[in-house]
């Protein structure tokens, strides 16, 4: 089994334009026996509340939503570039018909308060401090409206970042 450290989220020297919107990274919440994950690309990295923060944005027809709201932890995981295949799988299959964990062989770790993977290269842990539904009511550009033409809005998660994990080399 792969080792992880823990490094402070202020050492943090990724690209996270790159990091979320290009590499995609698997959000995660569950525990041992009842967990989901899936693909996301949209998010943000910051600071809020005097807090380093992960934004996450999830629909409520998605799978992992109820997981979210059933826990209070949740994990991003950031995998390596010949992974593709297996952020597509996640991406594209839902955990209700498909052991996307099993045919991907993603390797679930259950030593932190949030599953993570074996085959993540950074991960972040977080604790959800705040949920947001996004209404359609508040965009300033109408042209939003386009992502969203089955009424599916996205929630918002905010979520302190506990812990980043870097696998030992």
Not at 5 to 30: C, K, Q, S, Y
Not at 33 to 47: K, Q
Not at 136 to 152: E, H, R
Request: proline share 7%.
């Amino acid at each position: 089994m792969k080792r992880f450290i823990e490094t402070d989220p202020h050492e943090l020297t990724e690209n996270v334009f790159r990091l979320i919107g290009r590499d995609w990274m698997l959000v995660t919440a569950g525990k041992a026996g009842a967990l989901n994950t899936m693909t996301a690309s949209w998010g943000a990295l910051g600071v809020l509340w005097n807090t380093p923060v992960s934004m996450i944005f999830v629909r409520p027809s998605r799978y992992t939503f109820g997981f979210l709201e059933q826990e209070r932890e949740y994990s991003l995981s950031f995998l390596g570039p010949d992974d593709r295949r297996t952020l597509q799988i996640c991406g594209s299959k839902s955990g209700r018909d498909t052991d996307k964990i099993r045919e991907t062989g993603l390797v679930p770790l259950f030593d932190q308060p949030a599953p993570y993977f074996e085959q993540a290269r950074l991960v972040l842990v977080c604790r959800k401090l705040y949920t947001h539904d996004l209404d359609p009511a508040a965009f300033l550009d109408p042209a939003l409206s386009g992502n969203y033409k089955q009424g599916d809005y996205h929630r918002m998660y905010v979520g302190e970042i506990l812990k980043v994990l870097r696998p030992l080399p």
